[in-house]
């Protein structure tokens, strides 16, 4: 069977799968973002913590991500096989780009525009909301790019762990020694990453001040 | 004179012995330029004692590292005294909210520091909105000030910095330090990074504005043309300490040698009289009156 005929046939199936892939992400990217983000702030306000922070996120980043995958699975309550687990997975790996990128963009501002916000009168909070962090924006919309980037590539491994997602077509198509059936993973998987990477990358130039 | 005792009344601004000292573990105040690099248990500005009054412009002259800047800072509680008090209003900085403070007083740096996201109606209009005016009374306002400095013709309210020269910038600048009609105003070498023909239109302009305002304002600056041209009274300080004060037009008589070394970088003849005279010759040497507002 040729790829192009197992993709009609089965085009109801890949589609659903490619939900569920992007479910996956979006859901290990929301947690990721809402992690990452107040703790970014948080460590700008504490520089002491700031080296066991990065630390930390850049270890997780550092495991190959089966062998993470792997880690988890003995794990009461977080781990285990299935979708939690792989979400667990996914949202440390998410992490440091996001966490990295929310420090450097919060601390890398013109000090004289931070100087005339204190000079001003702002509270150090509203220096925060209406400095800081709309200066710092594209920033880390940039490393949301990198680690949603990622997360669609880990995730594919996720159905190791029976995740789902596209991964699943992949392994599959490997045991069967199927093209048709590895392409149907690789391919959709392929197209969300650089489409999410395209669409992520025009939102970064929108919000950059110069 | 200088030695009067200071009258305490009358004093908008006071520096009761202060002394400002960092060391390896305080937090170093995140200034540009003046910081010395060894900071390890530094005294900044010692025994300081001075008075300001009102309508004043006193020029903090000096040297890079002479602490002129950490005096200023040390005006709006951005830096807090080591020992002694500095007083605003008759009331140490120390017992003042630091936020109703600064609101309260108007500060311009070199480069403007103007918020890159904001445009030139929004950079203006911060301290009003930050002391919750309506939005009618800042949209007035807002207008008032861009006609003050200069910048009422064209688009400049919806313009971004970047779309304005430095000298324009700096215009903008000095209208968001005046935006909420402080009674005191803070410059660090305001016109310290514009070429020398916008600066020294900014300079002339400025001289004019601040006599008509009245306000009571303190000029940081290394150029002591500027201090001549600006001052109703040039403090002199070496090494965090005040070394010489006086009336610009008695300033260059002073015999201190920091004085000597200040007033010898002026050109041969560089009494005060003819020290505008000589900056319009430079002028019209550099580029026949042109520049650019």
């Known amino acids: ?210 | 004179m200088s030695a009067q005792p200071e009258a305490l009344i009358n004093a908008t601004i006071q520096f009761d012995a202060v002394t400002y000292s960092v060391n390896g573990t305080s937090r170093i105040p995140a200034s540009h330029s003046e910081r010395p690099p060894n900071t390890k248990e530094k005294i900044l500005v010692r025994d300081i004692r001075l008075s300001i009054a009102e309508s004043e412009t006193v020029v903090l002259l000096g040297r890079s590292g002479s602490g002129k800047t950490t005096l200023l800072r040390l005006i709006n509680r951005m830096l807090e005294p080591s020992s002694g008090t500095v007083l605003v209003q008759g009331r140490a900085t120390t017992q003042w909210n630091p936020y109703a403070l600064r609101r309260s007083i108007g500060y311009v740096i070199q480069e403007a520091g103007l918020f890159p996201h904001f445009t030139v109606e929004q950079n203006i209009a911060l301290v009003p909105g930050l002391e919750k005016w309506e939005k009618p009374r800042i949209d007035t306002r807002v207008r008032e000030l861009l006609k003050l400095v200069g910048l009422d013709g064209g688009d400049f309210a919806a313009r971004y910095p970047r779309q304005l020269s430095g000298g324009q910038r700096q215009r903008v600048g000095v209208a968001r330090a005046l935006a909420a009609d402080p009674q005191i105003l803070l410059m660090d070498e305001p016109f310290g990074a514009l070429d020398p023909v916008t600066r020294a239109e900014l300079q002339k302009e400025f001289a004019a504005l601040a006599r008509r305002l009245g306000k009571t304002i303190v000029f940081v600056t290394h150029d002591l043309r500027e201090a001549l041209l600006l001052a109703t009274r040039i403090v002199l300080l070496e090494h965090g300490k005040i070394v010489a004060q006086d009336a610009p037009e008695n300033f260059l008589q002073v015999k201190h040698p920091e004085v000597r070394a200040f007033a010898s970088c002026l050109d041969t003849d560089g009494a005060p009289g003819n020290v505008a005279g000589s900056r319009s010759d430079a002028d019209e040497g550099l580029a026949g009156g042109g520049g650019q507002p």
């Open chain 1, 1 to 210: 069977m040729n790829a192009y005929t197992f993709f009609v046939t089965h085009g109801a199936e890949i589609f659903s799968t490619t939900l569920e892939h992007l479910e996956l992400v979006l859901i290990s990217m929301a947690i990721a973002v809402a992690l990452a983000i107040p703790l970014g702030i948080f460590i700008v306000q504490r520089p002491a913590l700031r080296t066991v922070a990065l630390g930390i996120a850049s270890v997780f980043q550092t495991i190959p991500s089966l062998a993470l995958f792997g880690f988890l699975i003995p794990i009461p309550f977080i781990g285990g096989i299935g979708k939690r687990t792989a979400v667990v997975a996914l949202v440390l790996y998410a992490l440091l780009p996001i966490l990295r990128n929310t420090y450097v963009g919060l601390t890398g501002i013109d000090p004289a525009v931070l100087e005339a916000a204190t000079a001003m009168g702002m509270t150090p909070w509203q220096v925060m909301w209406r400095v800081r962090l709309p200066l710092a924006l594209s920033v880390i919309l940039a490393g949301i790019r990198t680690a949603t980037v990622i997360t669609i590539g880990v995730a594919t491994i996720a159905a190791a762990i029976g995740a789902g997602g596209l991964g699943t077509f992949i392994f599959r198509g490997v045991a069967m020694v199927s093209d048709a059936v590895i392409l149907a993973g690789a391919i959709p998987a392929a197209l969300l990453a650089l489409v999410a990477d395209g669409l992520l990358a025009m939102l970064e130039r929108r919000l950059r001040v110069s």
